[in-house]
């Protein structure tokens, strides 16, 4: 039977969801066998995590300094030395993992499938082109490995419930030093990450400038959901780039999107398409989003948002 | 300082509406509007203003493709790259075949940087790059908002989720660009002129060793399902009323 094997993403003490959302994908190509190697330092806590995670039969890590930090040039030779007994090798389409897999194709001599988002059997495979605009289906080589990223916008998470093996695997790699990791300034703060938040609350250009960011972050830390920005937003200066949503920013798919004062200009909807329900409120009734949303409401986001705290027993 | 290698890629115009051939073998590329990939327009700004600060002493620019492919190496000297190579090919190149090729042109060309898109808009791959650093053995920069050059190093700040991340690279190395990095010059009309004398080679891709024949079959193409409108609510009350009929508490 055919094994997959999943590169699992974590920030040095977490796994990160989209590692689960990678398991949900893999859990569908009909496998034989699913392991998830966790490359890091001092890594048993997430090694732990993993094992949880129904569906994997085993966890192996490989716990080295070198990989306290996720550089792609460090983690790619010892992920492609283990990739040897399997025939799909798996990471999230998030930027560590776009980052990471090619590398690990490019060593194993093969092409790369970017952004699986739909199995339709063990080497065919459907994929978006030209920012959603188009679904390819795709058939892979049968007699080689399939390196492939998981559009993590495409899957739930698998649930917990598992109690796999952890075992720990020596990698016979030379590791480079010519890639040195610096630093990691993140803004996001104790804020759900986007990509996994659940419900996810939105600014547009609307907002008018970042202090009135202000009142969307106190209603989504009310309502423990994520926050986004529209590009016209984040070029505007309102918040930093990470919370852009959209084709050239986040493709992101919570159970609720609430967009306030976003037009919803094409480039913003790719970004959204997937989510389970879209609230738009907008003070223009002719704004594009109301075209895609499930629930819209024509009035000022300035209103509105103090009277949903009220309402919602603020 | 050294060359700096740009590789450009024409796709259709990221203001062209995309549609899907009927027959579902791709999308309508037939009297569209093509122009070079923008993630590839902003890393030849860069590359341009790298020269123009004194930290490259020529930047040249690189594509694959049909005969077509001339007009955005055009579009790429008038902007202000010193000459131009196009590898001839109307075969379909996947991400590691194009990394083999630009692996070949670095062996003869010895670039000191090499500067990609960290994506091209049409297929979203998001692979040269990462491919051709690891066949090239060097560095990688991915995703990059911003770029520093010291002592034969490079100090790159990059998008990912979690914020900006920061690494340092030795060089010869491979970068690939964000949307964020620089704002790309606008070509005026005496530049065109101009170009039109800057030196311009064209290979023919049986003249370079390389395996390109492709790996995955394109099954069919399709237009994505679409979303639907949905209700529309008064007030506060409503919209609260309807988030509780589809299953929200709020």
Redesign the interface.
């Known amino acids: 039977m055919s094994k997959v094997l999943i590169i699992a993403e974590h920030?040095g003490s977490c796994l990160n969801l989209s590692t689960a959302k990678t398991l949900s994908c893999a859990l569908t190509v009909g496998a034989g066998a699913i392991d998830i190697v966790v490359l890091g330092s001092g890594c048993d806590a997430i090694a732990a995590e993993a094992a949880a995670l129904a569906g994997v039969a085993r966890v192996l890590t490989v716990d080295r300094a070198e990989n306290a930090a996720p550089?792609?040039?460090v983690l790619?030779p010892q992920a492609a030395a283990l990739a040897g007994d399997y025939q799909y090798v798996f990471g999230p389409s998030?930027?560590?993992g776009?980052?990471?897999?090619?590398?690990i194709?490019?060593?194993l001599?093969?092409?790369?499938?970017?952004?699986i988002m739909e199995v339709l059997d063990a080497q065919?495979f459907r994929r978006?082109?030209?920012?959603?605009?188009?679904?390819?289906?795709?058939?892979?080589?049968a007699n080689?490995t399939l390196v492939a990223t998981v559009r993590v916008a495409s899957y739930r998470a698998a649930e917990a419930g598992g109690s796999a093996v952890v075992e720990s695997a020596t990698v016979d790699a030379a590791l480079?030093s010519?890639?040195?990791?610096?630093?990691?300034?993140?803004?996001?703060g104790d804020r759900p990450?986007?990509?996994v938040a659940s419900i996810v609350v939105s600014g547009g250009r609307g907002v008018g400038s970042a202090e009135n960011f202000e009142i969307l972050y106190s209603l989504a830390d009310k309502?423990g959901a994520g926050v986004g920005a529209s590009r016209a937003a984040v070029d505007a200066g309102y918040v930093?780039?990470?919370m852009q949503v959209g084709q050239?920013g986040?493709i992101i798919a919570p159970?609720?999107y609430i967009a306030f004062g976003i037009s919803g200009a094409?480039q913003h909807l790719t970004g959204i398409?997937d989510a389970g329900?879209?609230?738009a409120?907008n003070k223009d009734p002719e704004a594009p989003i109301?075209?895609?949303?499930?629930?819209?409401?024509?009035?000022d986001l300035f209103e509105?948002i103090p009277?949903?705290d009220r309402?919602?027993g603020g | 300082m050294d060359k700096v290698m740009v590789c450009l890629k024409r796709v259709?115009d990221y203001n062209v509406?995309?549609r899907?051939k009927p027959d579902n073998s791709g999308?309508v590329t037939e009297g569209v509007k093509m122009s070079i990939n923008p993630f590839d327009e902003i890393a030849l700004e860069e590359a341009l203003r790298m020269r123009e600060q004194g930290n490259a002493s020529e930047v040249f620019v690189v594509s694959i493709g049909s005969s077509d492919c001339q007009q955005q190496l055009r579009t790429g000297l008038a902007m202000g790259a010193d000459r131009a190579i196009l590898i001839e090919t109307d075969a379909e190149i996947?991400?590691?075949a194009a990394?083999r090729i630009f692996l070949q042109l670095i062996e003869k060309e010895q670039p000191g940087l090499v500067i990609l898109g960290k994506q091209a808009?049409?297929?979203?791959?998001?692979?040269?790059p990462?491919?051709l650093?690891?066949?090239w053995?060097?560095?990688?920069?991915?995703?990059a908002?911003k770029l520093e050059l010291i002592d034969g190093k490079a100090?790159v700040t990059?998008?990912?989720?979690?914020?900006?991340?920061?690494?340092?690279?030795?060089l010869p190395?491979v970068l690939s660009v964000d949307?964020?990095l620089n704002e790309p010059r606008y070509v005026k009309l005496p530049d065109i002129m101009k170009a039109k004398k800057k030196p311009f080679e064209t290979l023919a891709i049986a003249d370079l060793d390389v395996d390109i024949a492709p790996?995955?079959?394109?099954?069919?193409?399709?237009?994505?399902e679409?979303?639907?409108?949905?209700?529309?609510?008064?007030?506060?009350?409503?919209?609260?009323g309807?988030?509780k009929e589809?299953g929200?508490s709020?």
């Open positions: 920030d550089l792609a040039a790619a998030t930027t560590f776009k980052d990471l897999m090619p590398r194709a490019a060593l001599g093969v092409g790369q499938l970017s952004d065919t978006p082109i030209y920012a959603g605009n188009a679904i390819v289906t795709v058939k892979a080589p080689q480079p010519h890639t040195r990791y610096v630093e990691l300034k993140s803004g996001g990450d986007l990509q309502l930093p780039n990470e050239t986040k159970d609720l094409i398409k329900t879209i609230v409120i109301f075209e895609i949303a499930d629930i819209g409401l024509v009035a509105v009277e949903l309402q919602l | 259709v509406r995309v899907v999308v996947e991400p590691l990394a808009i049409d297929d979203d791959n998001s692979q040269t990462q491919m650093a690891t066949l053995d060097r560095p990688q920069a991915t995703f908002s100090i990059r998008e990912v989720d979690a914020g900006l991340e920061v690494i340092e690279v030795d190395a949307l964020r790996q995955f079959e394109t099954v069919t193409v399709e237009a994505p679409s979303r639907q409108r949905g209700e529309m609510v008064a007030d506060v009350a409503g919209l609260i309807a988030l589809k929200f709020l």
